[in-house]
């Protein structure tokens, strides 16, 4: 049997389309393996939203340079694919496929081309809409699924590479959506993740014409689905609508993830984010307004070009402003086709490092007494696995935070029995910067 491996980079995007190109191996006769020794075609489906993800990818493929790779056939697939086209045959030359996202339909005809011996084969056309119709899907996790709502993206931010790697905004019509929920729904699956660049861009191409908000409230009403959460939100496009529905439906995840990038509106202008600051607090005040407790995630860069002292100092106000429950940070990295490219000012490495170290230690402390301030209270926790080290079975709350927990009846799997899947009602006795730990009180 024909076998393959394949190691997956950047976010739940890249996952959920990592699932796509499995199933569709799979029902092309090929077998996963754990190890890339033990594959005949070894597949990187990649990231570059940054620099370090694309090195990691190339570190990857140098590792089989010499000589480990004989008999094998080699591919990189997602962005970075995308980004650097046919050149990644001459960086790489035991490379034999470079496929962007918009072509995994048709890998099975690619596949064909391996087989026959073709070691140069393409699939890089992002004039399509067949990202979404992958017949195949290989599902990672039995009980919670993606869905892919809306590929692509019309922004143009200055940093960043999406439009030239996923191309323009191309939505799925909302009867589609739907039709897959109810299908993952009747299959057990009980926790729903919708996902898009800009998932809050999306407009319904059919004639029902419906916006994310009104999509929102419709999968969480499909029977059988427990959960429902979305990403990446653009603060352009998020409405107090959907605020509106996160309140009118427990079903809907009371939590958002409103990537503000900087605090500075000057900053913000440089980036071609489309909001200020206040346009950003706008929709901050929605939620804080909620009689829902919705929990609020962000994105932060640091050093920007042009990034001053006064700037990032805006930008830690902010934090202390909103008070986030987490944030992914990140230093400025310079990325090909970008705007940002030309600008002046860029900022010194030791001095971005500076930037980062002194933002993430200011929002740990944000994040230790919010956290603390849980313990004595009660949530439920999603079980999505067991720490045999810790003896805690590890849980995420609808607010996404993470919920580490004992069991009083159940210390470990046993006999085939497990809590992975369902939904315990913990008391939380412990908070830390980034997870809280408790003890079951019951799960259903």
Known sequence: MKTFYIETFGCQMNAHDSEKVIGTLVSEGYSQVAEPEQADLILYNTCSIRDKAEQKVFHRLQQF????GKGKVFGVLGCV?????ERIFERA?????VAGSASYAKLPQMLVQLESGDRRVTGLSLDTEEAF??????RDNPHRAYITIIEGCDKSCAYCVVPFTRGPERSRTSASVLKEARELASMGYTEIQLLGQNVNSYRDPSPAAWDFARLLRAVGEVDGIRRVRFTTSHPR??????VDAIEENPVLCNHVHLPVQSGSTEVLRRMQRLYTRDDYLRRIAWMKAARRDISITTDIIVGFPGETEADFEQTLSLLDEVQYDSLFSFKYSRRPNTPALTLDDQ???DEKSRRLTFLQEHQ???QIRRNSGLVGTFDQAFVEGYNQATGQWIGRTTQNRTLNFIHPLQAGPKDGETLIGKYCN???TRAGPNSLAGEAVDCV
Do not use: M, N, Y
């Not at 340079?65 to 480990?68: A, Q």
């Not at 694919?81 to 086209?85: D, I, L, V």
């Not at 119709?133 to 290989?138: A, H, I, L, S």
């Not at 496009?237 to 959907?242: E, G, L, N, P, S």
């Open 65 to 68: 340079k010499k000589g480990h």
């Open 81 to 85: 694919a995308q980004q650097e086209g």
């Open 133 to 138: 119709d992958t017949p195949f899907t290989r």
């Open 237 to 242: 496009d998020f409405v107090k609508d959907i």
């Open 364 to 366: 740990r402390a944000i």
């Open 93 to 97: 030359p035991h490379v034999s496929l």
């Open 347 to 349: 900022i010194p490495e």
């Open 426 to 428: 913990v008391r939380i």
